[in-house]
């Protein structure tokens, strides 16, 4: 079994307006980050939030894995108006890139072998739509190209974190062990 990580990202430059619709997302929606709907946890949930110089804020939650980071992602974008990005990361096999705005995927897309998908029967993109993925992402049409015909999870990670200015290889279970998260990452209680 390989790395695995699940992350998400919101398009904007506004800390406080994040970190207030993170609260609602905490407050409110908590059944998605794994919250008993209608209780509140028995401690302050922690997300770790960073602001790149990219023009994206990252947030990391124990919660967040692959499977559960696009509810997440898709949650979050109700509260916030602009998109937000998840990332997920399974067994060095799958890559699932994801982004939502206003509750709706706008694209998908998952980088993987072939073999993969045949492996994996229910592997399918939910909505493929490039040019949506190109815009967010500031893409001109050659690299936009270049990087949606990877499938080589870990070349399309390292490739996304180099358009996008920030190192997607980050989780919530990571945070402990490396210190370059723990420099980038502030804690925030819910």
Known sequence: ????????????????????ALRELSSR?????????????????????????????????????????????RTLSRLIEVPVMTVGYMNEEIFELSFFEQGD????????????????????????????LQQVLGMNDEAAGEFISMTTPEQAVNRLSAIAGMSLWC??????YEESIRERFLAYLF
């Open 105 to 132: 995927i706008q694209a998908e897309r998952i980088f993987c072998e072939s073999w993969t998908r045949e492996e994996y029967e229910q592997l399918g993109e939910e909505r493929i739509l490039d040019s949506y």
């Open 171 to 176: 989780d919530y279970e990571w945070v402990p």
């Open 29 to 73: 929606h908590g059944e998605v980050l794994g919250y008993s709907k209608g209780k509140t946890p028995e401690s302050k949930p922690v997300m770790y939030v960073s602001q790149s110089t990219g023009g994206w804020i990252s947030v990391l939650h124990e919660y967040m894995v692959w499977g559960t980071v696009k509810e997440v992602g």
């Open 1 to 20: 079994m390989g790395r695995s990580f699940a992350n998400l990202h919101i398009k904007s430059d506004d800390l406080e307006k994040t970190i207030e």
